[in-house]
């Protein structure tokens, strides 16, 4: 109940062309969705995070969908550029039950081709 | 602003020996520090959660006289990889918050540090 799955674990897309990483959740009691970008041999660096308050947020080419009833998020990266090429996590935390401990996905690689 | 800095950033140590990591928050107080352990192409394991002057929390599984957290102020952080191994070989990643709210005070990470033990 405590994972988040990711998909997909790997993902080509085309500089200019949208990517697209799903995930899901069990735990109703998860209340905060982060997703993380990580480069190689660097640590994780947080991109954007939502709230189930709202179904969508958008910072510049980065949205979060988010669906509650379906217990799913997924990130969406529009305008794909090289410099995207990275490990992106998505995660999920709940206040209630242990608010300082943030459950990642196991990760999709991203590799933007020119 | 919310810089943690992790050193050191590589280590090549001969088996048997002890390392120290050094996790620091540089432009901030961290109530509360986390270490993770990462695999090649995997995801973030996490190890334990350190409080400043308290005792570490340790993940089920992980063993507490191996892996030796300080949180000796709010600023800083250490682990020591105690009698090291080959199977110890991994990238370690801590990060830190500010306060007990997520979504308000993120989790910052360090850039880690991949150790090798020979």
């Known amino acids: 109940q405590q994972q988040v799955k990711q998909s997909p674990q790997s993902l080509i897309v085309q500089k200019g062309g949208i990517s697209i990483i799903n995930c899901a959740y069990e735990n109703t009691a998860f209340d905060y969705f982060p997703w993380y970008q990580q480069f190689p041999g660097k640590g994780p660096a947080l991109l954007i995070a939502?709230?189930?308050?709202?179904s969508e947020k958008k910072e510049g080419r980065f949205t979060i969908s988010f669906n509650k009833s379906a217990k799913q998020f997924s990130l969406h990266i529009m305008d794909s550029q090289p410099g995207d090429s990275a490990t992106y996590f998505c995660a999920a935390s709940g206040t209630e039950t242990s608010y300082d401990k943030v459950i990642f996905g196991p990760g999709t690689s991203l590799s933007v081709i020119p | 602003g919310a810089v943690v800095s992790q050193h050191p950033s590589r280590v090549i140590c001969k088996s048997g020996t002890s390392v120290k990591i050094e996790c620091r928050s540089l432009d901030f107080q961290a109530t509360t520090m986390f270490w993770y352990r990462q695999f090649p192409k995997k995801s973030l394991m996490l190890m334990a959660t350190s409080n400043e002057g308290s005792k570490a929390t340790y993940e089920q599984g992980v063993e507490k006289d191996k892996f030796l957290i300080n949180h000796a102020s709010l600023t800083l952080s250490t682990l020591t990889v105690t009698s090291a191994h080959p199977e110890d070989s991994s990238f370690y990643i801590c990060s830190a918050i500010v306060e007990r709210d997520l979504y308000n005070s993120p989790l910052h990470f360090g850039n880690g540090t991949r150790l090798t033990v020979t």
């Open positions: 939502i709230r189930p308050d709202v």
